[in-house]
Structure formats: C-alpha cells, structure tokens
C-alpha cells in the first residue's frame, strides 16, 4: 500500500508553490482535509498584540491563497483581493498593509479561509511585487539588493480551511522579531507557541557568534543594529558560511553505512513500515520489507541537508519520508548514534561536534523546546505549531527582543497542546512497553523518585487520577523543586496543590504534560524502555519513551 503523507507546509504550502517568484523556504503545516463535522466560519478573529517594547509603527500583512489558486492579500475585515495580472516584469504589488498595535496595544482583525502567511514589520512597510498572472515576489533577506534587506519584519504561517486552523512560528529563512502565535479552541482554552526563553533572542545570537565557523550569521542595518540571523542554507548562499560545514560528519555517517543497515521508519501511525539503507557504490541504496529497490541518495551537500532539498529532495511518497528522515537525522547529527531514524530521544539530538547549530541553539531557547528551525522539524513533533478543528480565535503576539516575554493570554505559555483533563479513575499507568510507574519498595518518603517495573499491581503501582493530580500511597506524583527544565526530576511528594504536582493528558500523543514547564513526563534516557528507569520531565518529543496509558 502506498504510504503517501499529506503535505505539510515544506518550503511553503503547496497550494502557494507559484506564490513567490524569488523561492523561500518556509515550514511545515499539515493540511488536512476537511470535515464535515464542524462548521468552521469563513472568518476567525486574529488579534495581534504588540508587546515588544518598541515605538516603532507596525504594519501587518495577510497574504496567501484561499484555495482557488487565485493568490492574493486579505484586507482587516477578512476580504480576499486578487494580485492584479501584469506583464512578464515585476510590479510594485498594491499596497497590502494593515496599520499594527502601537506598544502595549491589540489590534484585532479578520483571517480569512486561506493558506499564507502574515508578515509584521517594525518601521516601514515591506516592498512586494508582482510578475505575470498574479504571482508575488517576496522578501528574499538573503539577497543584497532586496528593498526588504535592511527592515525589521518577520511572518507567522497558517491555514484556515473546513478542517480547522493550523499555525505556527517559523525560524526556517531566518531568526528575527521575536513573536508567538496561538488559537483559542472551541472551550476557551488558549493554546500557544513560539514563545522564546528570557533573552532568548539575545542567547542565541550570542550562542552563535561564540560558535567556531557559525560567527558570521547576523545581518545588520546600516547603523549596526541587529536585523537577524539567518539560517544556515541562506548563509552558505551569501558566503557567510563554509558551504562543506558538515562535510565531516557525511563522511562518517557514509563510511558507517557501507558496513551496516541504517533502518528507517518513517511513519509514526505504520511503525511496521522500514526502509533499509547502505552505501553501495558511493550512494546510499534504500530497499523495503521485501527486498525490493525503493531509492537512493548521493551523499548530500550542507546546502542540501539544510534546505532539505536538491540532493534530500522529498516527494510527497515513500521517497520523500525516507528523505525527510534523513534529513532530520543529518540536522540533528542523530545518525551515528542510532541505527533507526528517525531518533526519538531529544536528549540525543545535536550533540555531535559537527551539527547545525542554527537548530540546536533555536531549540534551546524556546520555552517549550519546539522550533521549525529546519524545513522538516516536525519530524517526531519538534515544530512549533498549534492546531484545532473548531478555532474561535487566533494570535500572534510580538514579544520583547530582550528580557523575559508573557504567555499569549489566557494561554499555557508557549507549551503547545496542554492537554486534557486526566481523565478521572485509580489503576496503573502503563509506560509504552507495558511497564507500570512504580514507587520503589512502596516506601512514601518525600523525594522518593519514581520509575517504571513489571507491574504488579500492588498499592505502590496504584495511581488516583483526580483532577490535575496523580498521587499513590496518599502522596502526589511531583517536580523535584518545581523544575521547569529538561531532566527534572519526577518523584514521590506530599499534596501540596502547586504546579509541579499539576498534570494534563494529550489523548492523541499518549503524553502526560507538567503545564507549568510544558514539558512531558519521561522514561530517563529513552528507548529501548527496561525495568528500573526513573522518570523525568523533557521537552515533549512523542518518542515511546513519553507514552502513557491508564
């Protein structure tokens, strides 16, 4: 059976492919199809709040394809306009900016059914144009002669459709203008992401200059202020990075597969479907199940590992899930540590000397760890996007450059999905491989760090779900001090109602979520699970290793 996987939003959503004439890479969004069951409007609040400590005037821009092809921009009441037809010589576009929120203000506007994005700049309005059939010539920072080179902007992507909302925060052309963006679901729970770390932004830039070979990433305006720091594929294409900057590392992971399979699973819902690798004649051969032949890949450029494409390209086939794998697994410098991709560990993620360290320091300083750093960081759930089937509202808050930003109001401070409700009973909670969360020896002492062991269904394997808490042996299943790091530690501790004790559950991931640090309880160290493993906090990665079930 062909495992062909709906698109997602790769270097920007297919139906936006003609959308730029100058290419753009951009992220991933799944566009599903729609349903029937819910009546999404034709129109959903989008309320943009400017937090960012800056006089400057913001402009907004909602730009994209209301699934007809026409392309085009949405004015502030939700009202699509056409890109007018012109000649084979770019045009200055119609002017398509809505006035944005002053400091400390909201402004709410109208998103229509669409697939696009919507920009922000600080200052001055962005230059589009437009080329023969409406086609739109977009920003393109890496260029030295782009009218947009030297402005302060950044863009959200999203679609709105009769499935729902999809949205999310993007780092693939470049890090700048720090922002979150967020819905509200039908119940009035907020959900969000993007949101960086305290000085986040800073920390990274900072990260980066400090880094041998990844110094040179920032654009800066005439007067020396920072604009951005671009990513990896764009600084190869300016010169502002060694083009062979993972060479190394190719090398390795070619010179490990001439002697050994790499196995590839690449899609979550069929874990039975894997793909073998090996390098035969300088090329990495891939067969399926059955022996058969399915593709092959010449070893692939930094640009290409980058850019996720050109040498990684990926069809929307099982070609393409076995590129993004790879993809993924070169970016995250995975593939010399496990022989199956993709790696589900996030712990394991960039620790090899040669990785990109554009993703890795993005990472680090988002809140909740997601990121669309890279094309396909939503290879096993790194991207940092939110989506429901029955949107009322939707956000994008832009937040400080430097200090610490505020969660999108009413929402769970860039955690993403917070979860449900446990769902309310007493019994075991089953890790992936059907182990139980114990409390060793039964002993109830404050501190005492729980694990996972054959069951046995004894008192200490007994969990009471009520609420937000989960607690055994008349105690509570908690954050060693309130921990909203990755690797704190999960352990036996007396009620006390505070946040380290609350948890919610993610039905469709199987997650239990600590919504004060929006990170997921986990087995330390991650798969192969085995009797023993004591139990964590970490950023939320859907491996096995996060997996529960009552």
Not at 42 to 52: G, Q, R, Y
Not at 162 to 172: C, P, R
């Amino acid at each position: 059976m062909s495992r062909t996987r709906r698109p997602r939003l790769r270097r920007l959503l297919n139906v936006i492919a003609a959308f730029g004439v100058l290419a753009i890479t951009a992220t991933a969004l799944v566009v599903a199809q729609p349903s029937t069951a819910t009546a999404v409007p034709a129109t959903i609040p989008l309320t943009i709040t400017n937090d960012s400590g800056r006089g400057d005037q913001v402009f907004i821009y909602v730009l994209g394809d209301p699934g007809t092809g026409q392309l085009g921009w949405s004015d502030a009441a939700g009202t699509f306009h056409a890109w007018p037809t012109v000649g084979g010589t770019p045009v200055d576009a119609p002017d398509a900016s809505i006035a944005g929120p002053t400091d400390g203000q909201s402004k709410t506007i109208q998103l229509p059914k669409m697939s696009g994005r919507v920009y922000f700049s600080y200052g001055t309005k962005l230059s589009f144009k437009v080329v023969n059939d409406g086609r739109l010539v977009q920003p393109a920072v890496q260029n030295p002669s782009d009218p947009n080179r030297n402005k302060l902007f950044s863009w959200t992507e999203f679609t709105l459709n009769d499935a729902g909302l999809w949205i999310n925060s993007t780092q693939v052309d470049f890090l700048s203008a720090p922002y979150q963006t967020g819905l509200r679901k039908a119940d009035g729970s907020v959900i969000s992401t993007g949101m960086l770390k305290p000085d986040g932004y800073t920390n990274v830039v900072n990260a980066l200059a400090g880094t041998p070979g990844w110094s040179n990433l920032a654009q800066r305006a005439p007067d020396g202020s920072l604009l951005r720091v671009l990513s990896p594929g764009h600084a190869i294409g300016t010169g502002q990075l060694d083009a062979n900057v993972l060479s190394g590392y190719v090398d390795r992971v070619w010179a490990k597969y001439t002697n050994e399979n790499l196995t590839v699973a690449p899609y979550s819902y069929d874990p039975a479907a894997r793909f073998t690798g090996r390098v035969q004649n300088g090329v990495m051969r891939f067969t399926n199940a059955s022996g058969a032949y399915v593709t092959e890949f010449r070893k692939p450029s930094s640009d290409s590992i980058f850019g996720c494409y050109n040498d990684l390209a990926a069809p929307n086939n099982d070609i393409g899930a076995i590129a993004r794998t790879l993809c993924a697994g070169f970016n995250r410098s995975t593939l010399l540590t496990t022989t199956t991709q993709p790696g589900t560990s996030t712990s394991g993620f960039y620790q090899d000397s040669v990785t990109n360290y554009y993703a890795k320091y993005i990472h680090e300083q988002m809140a909740n760890g997601k990121a669309y750093a890279f094309a396909f960081d939503d290879v096993v759930a790194q991207e940092s996007l939110v989506h429901d089937g029955n949107p009322s509202a939707a956000y994008i808050q832009l937040d400080p450059f430097q200090g610490a930003a505020t969660p999108i109001a009413g929402g769970d401070g860039g955690g993403g999905d917070g979860g449900s409700p446990l769902p309310a009973g007493t019994g075991a909670v089953y890790a992936s491989n059907g182990m139980c969360v114990d409390i060793p020896w039964a002993d109830s002492v404050n501190g005492n760090p729980l694990q996972i062991v054959n069951c046995s269904g004894n008192g200490a394997q007994t969990w009471t779900r009520s609420g937000s808490t989960l607690s055994a042996l008349g105690r509570c299943m908690d954050v060693s001090g309130g921990s909203t790091a990755d690797g704190g530690v999960v352990q036996l501790w007396e009620c006390n109602g505070t946040g380290a004790q609350n948890w919610t559950y993610q039905s469709g991931n199987q997650a239990l979520v600590n919504p004060q640090s929006g990170k997921c309880l986990t087995a330390v160290g991650g798969a192969p699970l085995h009797d023993g493993q004591r139990l964590e906090i970490r950023t939320c990665s859907g491996g096995a290793e996060q997996r529960w079930t009552f």
